[in-house]
């Protein structure tokens, strides 16, 4: 096994396990928005896979060039989807009218 390929599945196989660790560790109160805004990160990754594709010369680099752009595209998609959401929650809802006020329609002749 070539020691390069190696090296890189050992960085690869640690980075997972921190990362793991480091997302564990954040409360469920603050994983959304952290989250949200780390998805858009994989921006990068889009164009890491975009510069491999443009150097791939097989069939296998293409596909997966292919996955990780794939990928890449709805992390970032999903990231703001999420941030959307989140904030849709701290829109001011429309009041409805309480039992002393009037309607609008109160007093027009508007039948309902």
């Known amino acids: ?16 396990l921190v990362g793991f660790e480091v997302i564990s ?3 469920a109160t603050l994983h959304t928005p952290l989250m949200s805004g780390a998805n858009s990160i994989h921006g990068i990754v889009v164009i890491g896979a975009m510069l491999i594709a443009a150097e791939a ?15 890449g595209a709805m992390n ?8 959307d959401r989140m904030l ?4 001011a809802r429309p009041k409805k009218p309480g039992a002393g006020e009037k309607s609008e329609t109160a007093g027009k002749g508007v039948t309902s």
Do not use: E, Q
């Open 57 to 71: 010369h097989n069939a296998i680099g293409y596909v997966l060039a292919f996955v990780a752009v794939a990928f």
């Open 76 to 83: 970032v998609v999903g990231g703001y989807v999420v941030t």
């Open 1 to 16: 096994m070539n020691l390069d390929l190696l090296t890189a599945v050992m960085v690869f196989v640690l980075s997972v």
């Open 25 to 27: 560790k954040v409360p």
């Open 88 to 91: 849709h929650m701290f829109r």
